[in-house]
């Protein structure tokens, strides 16, 4: 049963060293709140897995946190690459990253068969792909019923989800709305699980076609107004795309990436803080 607790308090006890870890999120919803509270704790050698990594992966990736990651697709939406990705792959910096690539469709599924109980994903994939060349993880197996060749990969079955939603109840029930990517999922293929929110109220009153997380598949619920900046949450804010774009110059060089983590993220106590030190950065430099 999940619960309602700090966020600092969750990741200290739900996200161990060696972990594997998913902090999910399709371009709404993500959880960079408790992205940065796990680089303030200092976790380490952690398997990172996301459908599609962005700033908070480029983050841990640059600040020497992950040892692999899986995923599917990498990059600064609407501006370009995740520099700090590239230079864990290409220069071994801050140390070398092993990397396992994937389709969108191979890692929803196996997103799926976690949270079935399954060991392996079945798909019609990968026919004239060069991926499975590079990923020794796919294979190839015969239907025994029709005699067709499908691609088989390992469920994702994960040591603690982490996401961002709307609101939580106070029995740790949990719901989301929008785009909500693999998060379901993602949750019910982890042992553990994390989930920021906007708010917590007394009635969750979900509408139509909304997702309930039960209070039983999550471990820890936390009160995060804005936790998904600088992306969004549906309802409550809107993408800051002044971020994004300002992100790819600081993450370009190594230094000044590594004082924009310390100034920002290292030297803050928390998400509240940090948000006022980034609005009083933004602002001398005229971005707010």
Same mark, same amino acid.
């Given at each position: ?6 966020? #600092? ?13 998913? *902090? ?61 990705? #590239? ?11 092993? @990397? ?12 799926? %068969? ?16 060069? @991926? ?24 994702? #079955? ?18 989301? =709305?929008? @785009? ?19 708010? @917590?109220?007394?009635?969750?009153? %979900?509408?139509?076609? %909304? ?14 107004? /804005? ?19 300002? =992100? ?25 803080? *940090?948000? #006022? ?8 430099? /005229?971005?707010?």
């Amino acid at each position: 049963m999940a619960e309602i607790t700090s966020l #600092r308090e969750a990741v200290s006890g739900l996200i161990q060293d060696g972990d594997t870890v998913a *902090f999910e999120g399709f371009t709404h919803l993500i959880p960079q709140a408790a992205g940065y509270e796990t680089i303030r704790q200092g976790k380490k050698d952690l398997t990172l897995v996301r459908m599609t990594p962005d700033l908070i992966y480029d983050q841990m990736i640059g600040m020497g946190m992950a040892k692999t990651l899986r995923f599917s697709w990498g990059g600064n939406p609407g501006v370009g690459s995740l520099h700090r990705l #590239r230079d864990a792959v290409e220069r071994g910096w801050p140390h070398k990253l092993q @990397i396992q690539e994937h389709s969108h469709a191979d890692l929803a599924n196996a997103y799926v %068969a976690g949270a079935s109980n399954l060991p392996f994903a079945v798909l019609r994939a990968y026919q004239g792909s060069d @991926i499975p060349k590079h990923n020794p993880n796919i294979k190839f197996i015969t239907c025994p019923f029709t005699g067709e060749q499908l691609a088989a990969v390992p469920s994702i #079955r994960l040591d603690c989800a982490v996401i961002h939603a709307q609101k939580a109840d106070r029995k740790g029930n949990v719901l989301m =709305w929008g @785009i909500v990517g693999v998060q379901k999922e993602a949750v019910m293929a982890a042992k553990r699980a994390i989930v920021t929110v906007e708010e @917590i109220v007394d009635e969750l009153d %979900a509408p139509p076609n %909304a997702v309930v997380l039960p209070s039983w598949v999550a471990s820890a619920v936390c009160h995060v107004p /804005g936790g998904a900046h600088p992306s969004y949450a549906a309802g409550y804010s809107t993408r800051d795309n002044v971020f994004y774009k300002a =992100w790819d110059p600081i993450a370009r060089d190594r230094d000044t990436f590594r004082a924009w983590m310390q100034r920002h993220v290292l030297d803050t106590a928390d998400f509240e803080e *940090f948000r #006022r030190v980034l609005a009083e950065t933004s602002k001398a430099k /005229g971005e707010a």
